[in-house]
């Protein structure tokens, strides 16, 4: 069989040429990294996780309206997306002090934020993704300040959301990361919501216990990394069970 032609690989993905023009092939590897690159591993079963809890939000959020690059999961690891222009910025959004924003403002994990702060990040490697204003953002021409209107209220739309639809399953959502894209459709360009929201992307407690859910478990070394995922798969009720077609609905949290 002829291999598919690759288009980029990250950390954690790699994208693939689509069967149509204007379609990508996103693959989810186990491979995980941390501090730039500094701390690096394996999470067995996280892509095949991850390609479903991703499926699954991406889904739930085009359901109520926010436009999303996700077409159809295609098997275990990979799912079919529409090809977006990457804005080069990657959108944080945060309902609580925890990770980089704990440490920059002295503000002790944990604690509730007066209301939701979006953060935005340039999209560099060489840099260590810097943390930029809107200022920075429309200047240098990353994204028009309309752009970056629809930006801000497509993030705070996906935090709400997701907020509850978490909550619901017994899991505060702390902070996450989001990116997007220009789809283009005939002369008409549309932002939409690309790249993946998962564990490695969201900071997820538990509401009970404030036990870490995400990639904060392998960045700390706290141990149960796989455990972790798989829960929050399960409590989304997307964890296969009897097999991939094994799929029941959300468990709701008493
Ligand atoms: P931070 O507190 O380290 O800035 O992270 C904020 C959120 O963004 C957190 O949910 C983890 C996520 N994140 C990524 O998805 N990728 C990254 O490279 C970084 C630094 C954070």
């Known amino acids: 069989m002829a291999r598919r032609r690759q288009i980029f690989e990250g950390k954690a993905k790699v994208l693939f040429e689509g069967p ?17 690159n500094k701390k690096t591993g394996v999470i067995t079963g996280k892509g095949v996780l991850n390609n479903r809890i991703s499926e699954y939000l991406m889904t739930r959020l085009g359901d109520v309206g926010v436009p999303t690059h996700f077409m159809r999961r295609l098997n275990m690891r990979e799912q079919l997306v529409r090809e977006v222009e990457i804005i080069p910025v990657e959108v944080v959004v945060r309902n609580i002090s925890a990770g ?5 403002f002295g503000v002790a994990e944990g604690t509730p934020l007066p209301r939701s702060i979006v953060e935005y990040c340039y999209k560099s490697h060489e840099l260590d993704d810097p943390l930029v204003s809107e200022e920075h953002i429309t200047a240098f021409g990353w994204a028009t300040p309309q752009e970056l209107d629809e930006i ?3 993030a705070l739309r996906v935090n709400d959301f997701l907020s ?27 932002i939409v919501l690309a790249d993946e929201i998962s564990p490695d992307s969201c900071r997820l407690w538990d509401i009970k216990t404030n036990e870490k859910m995400d990639k904060d478990r392998f960045r700390r070394d706290l141990g149960k990394v796989e455990e972790a995922y798989q829960e929050v798969a399960r409590r989304l009720g997307i964890l296969p069970e009897g097999g991939p077609r094994d799929m029941k609905g959300p468990a709701v949290m008493q």
Not at 25 to 30: A, L, S
Not at 100 to 104: N, V
Not at 164 to 188: M, P, S, T
């Open 100 to 104: 980089s924003l704990a440490k920059r």
């Open 164 to 190: 509850g639809l978490f909550l619901g399953i017994g899991i505060r959502l702390v902070d996450f990361r989001l990116e997007f894209g220009r789809l283009w459709e005939d002369d008409q360009m549309r």
């Open 152 to 154: 801000m209220s497509l």
């Open 20 to 36: 149509e023009p204007g379609t990508l092939v996103q693959y989810f590897k186990d491979d995980a990294s941390a501090f730039k």
